[in-house]
Every structure is written in structure tokens, then in C-alpha cells.
């Protein structure tokens, strides 16, 4: 129970990867602020695992694409627990669109929700541990894609790249307020934005044999990462990315 007391906001977290995250930080004692945009039911189902496990936990609706609704995700969170610990920057869509196809629109959306909700998270969340000042942990659920280049998907490459580039200089920047932040990068997660793939057998199959371990990660195989880098045990973690791919980036042909 290394995170009892702890308060923790998983962005995008009555859903795939978010609710692991949710049920896992739970599950070492944290209280949780799930934030969402639909399927509220979703959110009160998880509210009602997390309680069953000891914890408090709120569910608010916030876009968080948009800085107004951040600054009132983070008040809602301190005004609930008095504090605030953890921040998970979960949220993402993907469009599966090329550089020759991706409208103006798509475009945007993509990058305000994953990567500009990252951002203004950061920022908030950072302001609020600083106010603290007992330091804080800020884990961005990146991508394999935030280095590894996803040919029709590049909208979502391009956020994941820049979610790189954030953990990696605001964790210079707020070194000094002992605000760690780090990158997780999944691979192939078995989640509902893989939801067109796992209908697919034979997509299903290339996939499976393209990744070393052979198979998709169920989300709580990201989560437990998750909630090591949110605990005592990563004390001295900041700056990089812990990729949890099942060995995805490096497979080879070996030609
Ligand atoms: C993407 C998936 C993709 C996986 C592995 C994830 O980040 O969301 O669409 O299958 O990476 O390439």
C-alpha cells in the first residue's frame, strides 16, 4: 500500500488503459479523481470498484482539451482531498489517417487531446504540487509511436512525439520542486482504440507475430508499471520513457 493517502487524477480514466490505472493505484491505497467526457455509467461502475477496495474516489467531467476545464478538474480534485499527488496524463484518440488524407479537423482534435491536454496538465497540476510543496509525480501514457514512426496514423505519432518532448523538458524544469515526470510507452494494449484490429483475425495474427512476446498487453500489464513509477520504488525516475511493449519496438526480421 505504498500509495495510501495519496490523490491521484487519471485523465481519460473510465476507459481501457485509464481504468486499469485507476483500479491499480487504487489497489496501493490511493484515492482517485477519474476525469472523463462519456459514458458516465462507465465512470460509476469503476467508482463503485475503487470504493469496494477502500479508497475515495470522485468521477468529473472534464474535457480536458480545453485549459478551463483543466484548472476546474484540479480544483474539483483539491477541493475533494485537500491535495493533490499524482497526475496521469491518459487521455488519447487516434484517427489511423495519413499525411495525405488527415483534415484540418482531425488534426486538431488529435493533438488538443493528447498532446495539449498533456500540456495545460502539466502546467496546473505542476502549480498546484508547487503551492504544496512536498514535490509530485506526473506520468504521461505515451506510445510506442512517440518514437517509433506509425505509417496512416500520423496525427497520433505526431502528439505522442511531442508528449516525448514534454516529459522530457518539463522534468528539467520542475526537477527543482521535486516533480518527477515520466513517459510510459505502450505497445499494442488490448483496449477499444485497438477495437478494429481485434475484430480482425488475420490483423490480429500479423500483429501477434510481429511482437516478440507474441500477443497484446491486457491494460493492467501497463497499470502495475504505472503505479511502480507512482510509488516510493522510483524515487530517482524523471525525464525518460520506460517503453512496455512486450519487446514491439525492437523486433527485427532478422535479414
Ligand atoms: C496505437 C495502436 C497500435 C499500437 C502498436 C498504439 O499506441 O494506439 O493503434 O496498434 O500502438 O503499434
Known amino acids: 500500500m ?17 481504468a486499469g490505472i485507476v483500479l491499480e493505484l487504487a489497489k496501493r491505497g490511493a484515492n482517485i479523481v477519474i476525469d ?6 462507465a465512470t460509476e461502475e469503476l467508482e463503485k470498484k475503487v470504493k469496494a477496495l477502500g479508497d475515495q474516489v470522485i ?12 484548472q476546474a478538474l484540479v480544483d474539483a480534485a483539491v477541493k475533494q482531498f485537500g491535495h493533490l499527488d499524482i497526475l496521469v496524463n491518459n487521455a488519447g484518440i487516434e484517427t489511423r489517417t495519413s499525411i495525405l488524407d488527415t483534415t484540418e479537423a482531425q488534426y486538431e482534435r488529435v493533438l488538443a487531446i493528447n498532446l495539449k491536454s498533456a500540456f495545460f496538465g502539466t502546467q496546473i497540476a505542476a502549480k498546484q504540487m508547487i503551492k504544496q510543496g512536498k514535490g509530485g509525480r506526473i506520468i504521461n501514457i505515451t506510445s510506442v ?8 496514423n500520423i496525427p497520433y505519432c505526431l502528439s505522442k512525439g511531442g508528449m516525448r518532448m514534454l516529459t522530457r523538458t518539463s522534468a528539467l524544469e520542475l526537477a527543482k520542486y521535486d516533480i518527477l515526470v515520466t513517459g510510459i510507452g505502450p505497445g499494442a ?11 480482425n483475425a488475420t490483423l490480429m495474427k500479423e500483429l501477434d507475430t510481429t511482437i516478440p512476446l507474441g500477443r497484446m498487453a491486457q491494460p493492467e500489464e501497463i497499470a502495475r508499471v504505472v503505479a511502480f513509477i507512482a510509488g516510493e520504488g522510483a524515487s530517482y525516475m524523471t525525464a525518460s520513457t520506460v517503453f512496455v511493449d512486450g519487446g514491439l519496438m525492437h523486433q527485427s526480421p532478422g535479414l
Not at 145 to 152: I, L, R, V
Request: a negative charge; proline letters at 7%; zero cysteines.
Open 145 to 152: 509511436h512517440e518514437d517509433w514512426p506509425m505509417p496512416n
Open 189 to 199: 494494449v488490448a483496449t477499444p482504440i485497438n477495437r478494429a484490429t481485434m475484430e
Open 59 to 70: 468521477g468529473v467531467d472534464a474535457d480536458v482539451s480545453k485549459v478551463s476545464d483543466w
Open 36 to 41: 472523463y467526457v462519456v459514458n458516465p455509467q
Open 2 to 18: 505504498d500509495l495510501k493517502g495519496k490523490v491521484a487524477i487519471v485523465t481519460g480514466g473510465n476507459t481501457g488503459i485509464g
